[in-house]
T-cell receptor, first 115, second 113 residues
Framework: DSGVTQTPKHLITATGQRVTLRCSPR?????VYWYQQSLDQGLQFLIQ???????AKGNILERFSAQQFPDLHSELNLSSLELGDSALYFC??????????????FGPGTRLTVL | GNSVTQMEGPVTLSEEAFLTINCTYT??????LFWYVQYPGEGLQLLLK?????DKGSNKGFEATYRKETTSFHLEKGSVQVSDSAVYFC????????????FGAGTRLFVKA
């Protein structure tokens, strides 16, 4: 158990809908990262938040957004969903915010299926 | 920019066979290097890491040596078990990349009994 929790575990929805994925980092970790894992694209970094502020952006679509709240939990919002958004979405956390190499601790993931 | 290249899988081995998964990297600075493992149905977890040239990371019988001259960080294990079946990701993080972790594509390992 990494100490990172993600909800829900599974999500099935229809094209055009909007969903919210939730992540709670390990106690004491200030950074939260979001990744998308699909069979054809591998593990894609989406975005990082550190202590409530956006720190780094990866291949995140404009239809996707994220935020980190004062209690450090984070939410990833996916809107206007398309079939191609079906994937595993992982959240990871780490102590630091990018000032040094950091081990990331991954949650169990949310499997999103768009029908 | 920084990048990580891993050997393509899947790799299929019999139990007790020797494992090597190749990983090479491109980085402008002096990166730290990592191997993460993803067991079926789970998230990634750190397997081992090395922070400078010639360092050897080791854990659970796995080891990898940071080779700056060949920009490589190959993962090895002398005798694999069925329970080692998983996807293995090589990754790097360095100052010039803002310490953002760059992951390789992953290599799937199947170990047969």
């Amino acid at each position: 158990d990494s100490g990172v929790t993600q909800t829900p575990k599974h999500l099935i929805t229809a094209t055009g809908q909007r969903v919210t994925l939730r992540c709670s980092p390990r106690s004491g970790d200030l950074s939260v990262y979001w990744y998308q894992q699909s069979l054809d694209q591998g593990l894609q970094f989406l975005i990082q938040y550190y202590n409530g502020e956006e720190r780094a952006k990866g291949n995140i679509l404009e239809r996707f957004s994220a935020q980190q709240f004062p209690d450090l939990h984070s939410e990833l919002n996916l809107s206007s969903l398309e079939l191609g958004d079906s994937a595993l979405y992982f959240c990871a956390s780490s102590v630091g915010g990018g000032g040094a190499p950091d081990t990331q601790y991954f949650g169990p993931g949310t499997r999103l299926t768009v029908l | 920019g920084n990048s990580v290249t891993q050997m393509e899988g899947p790799v299929t081995l019999s139990e007790e066979a020797f494992l090597t998964i190749n990983c090479t990297y491109t980085a402008t600075g002096y990166p730290s290097l990592f191997w993460y493992v993803q067991y079926p149905g789970e998230g990634l977890q750190l397997l081992l890491k090395a922070t400078k040239a010639d360092d050897k990371g080791s854990n659970k019988g796995f080891e990898a040596t940071y080779r700056k001259e060949t920009t490589s960080f190959h993962l090895e294990k002398g005798s694999v078990q069925v329970s080692d079946s998983a996807v293995y990701f090589c990754a790097l993080s360095d100052r010039t990349g803002g310490f953002k972790t760059i992951f390789g594509a992953g290599t799937r390992l199947f170990v047969k009994a």
